[in-house]
C-alpha cells in the first residue's frame, strides 16, 4: 500500500512549529542586532510572522495577515526580551546549550553564545558535553539518529542511510578535532 503522506494538517502544523523556531531565532536577534544586520532580521521577522498570521488568523484577507503580523512579530519581540532564543545541541537537538566548541579544531568550549569567536562552532547540551568529554561517539550517533527521528514524527527512517548521515555529519566535528 502507497504512503498517503502528511495531512494537510500536518503540513500546517510543520510550518507552525518552524515559523515559531525563526520567530523565536529572529526576534532574539533583532534585538542583539545593528545597523544593516537589525534591518535584515526586521525584514526575516515581518516576512515569517506573514506565514504564522495566516496560520494563526481567523480571516486570510492581506489586510488582516498584516495588521495580524504586526501582532506576532511585537509579541515575539517582548518574549525575546524575557526569555532570548538559545540555539539547541548541535548533536542530539535538546536544550538548554551549556558548551560551544569553536572551530576550526572543536576542541575548545566557552559557556555562552556571546563568547564565541570563530566562524563556526558546535553546540552541546550536558548530556552530549560529557559524551564529547568521554569521546563517546557512538552515543552522540544514537542521540543524533533520535533527533532525526524526532524531526519526522516518530516515522521509523532506515536506519542504515540515518546512520551514515548522523555519523557524517559528526565527522565535521571529530575530524577537526582528532586532527
Request: glycine share 6%; hydrophobic share 35%; net charge negative.
Amino acid at each position: 500500500m502507497d504512503d498517503p503522506g502528511p495531512s494537510d494538517r500536518d503540513r500546517i502544523d510543520a510550518i507552525h512549529r518552524h515559523a515559531h523556531q525563526a520567530l523565536r531565532y529572529y526576534a532574539t536577534a533583532f534585538l542583539r542586532e545593528r545597523g544593516d544586520d537589525r534591518d535584515l532580521m526586521r525584514v526575516y521577522l515581518d516576512l515569517t510572522g506573514n506565514f504564522m498570521a495566516l496560520i494563526e488568523g481567523a480571516s486570510l484577507d492581506e489586510a488582516s495577515m498584516m495588521e495580524r503580523r504586526s501582532e506576532i512579530v511585537e509579541r515575539y519581540l517582548e518574549e525575546a526580551k524575557r526569555d532570548p532564543w538559545t540555539p539547541p545541541c548541535s548533536f542530539c537537538g535538546e536544550g538548554p546549550t551549556v558548551a560551544w566548541f569553536e572551530g576550526p579544531s572543536f576542541k575548545t568550549f566557552v559557556d555562552a553564545a556571546e563568547k564565541v569567536r570563530a566562524e563556526e562552532a558546535w553546540l552541546a547540551c550536558v548530556t552530549c558535553l560529557s559524551l564529547v568529554q568521554a569521546e563517546d561517539r557512538d552515543e552522540l550517533v544514537r542521540r543524533g539518529i533520535e533527533r532525526w527521528r524526532r524531526r519526522r514524527g516518530g516515522l521509523s527512517p532506515d536506519p542504515m542511510n540515518v546512520d551514515a548521515m548522523v555519523s557524517s555529519g559528526h565527522e565535521r566535528f571529530w575530524g577537526p578535532r582528532s586532527a
